[in-house]
């Protein structure tokens, strides 16, 4: 099962700027890959991130082949109010993983 | 004397397959080309004038493991809501698909700067386009070597 790792700061000034870090642990098969027997190994990689804030879509990302194993995202948001960010992954094979995180902001 | 024109004859013959060597290389490129690439850029971003400026690749100059290469976008833009950054997108010129990842932000990221790893299969140009809120494209290339390309080993 996949596990992701998130680095939010758990507090934050109103109208800061937070850094928002994510790692997913993926293999991210290219589908370019051949076995010894010369079979492609197909494709399995995930294809979208996203980030919202409270419900609200802040960051999105679309990912193909050319991503490193184990996707490492960062990006940034301004800290608005408290509440949850929440990450969610999904990719070939069904693959969906979500994430949540909580921010204080005062 | 003899001897010194044959060796020159040589010479001459051996340069003239060592280039047609190198004519058949460049006529069978193995992955994408920048042609390809082009046509990548176009095909997400539409037919717009692209101006180099304002978006800015940071990459290593050389790189060892072509897996894992760090990589940072940054868009020089004040991030309001009436001037932002829509998305930036990164291309390879030599990877087997010219697509790397594209990243769609807004006036809530606070700052226009983003950071991931990509694979690189050969030593070649980066290149980000980033679109602002005003529809205007903004480009920025950057050349790395790679001593280890990503994609040669196979698995079992």
Not at chain 1, 74 to 80: D, E, G, L, M, N
Not at chain 2, 5 to 24: M, P
Not at chain 2, 141 to 151: D, E, F, P, R
Request: charged letters at 20%; hydrophobic letters at 45%; proline letters at 6%.
């Amino acid at each position: 099962m996949a596990s992701a790792l998130i680095n939010v700061p758990p507090r934050a000034k109103r109208g800061e700027i937070i850094e928002i870090k994510t790692l997913i642990s993926h293999v991210m098969e290219t589908g370019f890959r051949h076995t010894q027997l010369g079979t492609v190994i197909p494709r399995d990689i995930i294809r979208r991130f996203v980030c919202t804030y409270n419900g609200t879509e802040i960051f999105r990302a679309d990912l193909y082949p050319a991503i490193s194993a184990n996707p490492f995202i960062v990006f940034s948001t301004v800290a608005t109010e408290s509440g949850t960010l929440s990450f969610q992954w999904t990719g070939d094979n069904g693959f969906s993983v979500t994430e949540s995180a909580r921010i204080y902001v005062e | 004397m003899d001897q010194a024109a044959s060796r020159r004859e040589f010479l001459k013959a051996a340069r003239g397959v060592a280039v047609g060597l190198v004519a058949v290389v460049t006529v069978k490129p193995a992955h994408a080309t920048p042609a390809e690439m082009q046509g990548a850029i176009r095909a997400v971003v539409g037919s717009g004038r692209i101006t180099p400026g304002k978006v800015k690749i940071e990459l290593p100059p050389l790189i060892e493991n072509g897996n894992a290469v760090p990589l940072t976008v940054s868009v020089d833009s004040p991030m309001t809501e009436a001037e932002h950054v829509r998305a930036v997108h990164v291309f390879t010129e030599k990877n087997p698909q010219p697509y790397v990842v594209s990243f769609h932000l807004g006036p809530r990221a606070g700052r226009a700067r983003v950071s991931t790893r990509m694979r690189l299969a050969d030593s070649q140009n980066v290149v980000a386009v980033c679109e602002l809120s005003d529809g205007s494209l903004w480009s920025d290339s950057a050349a790395i070597v790679v001593t280890l390309a990503a994609c040669l080993e196979d698995g079992i």
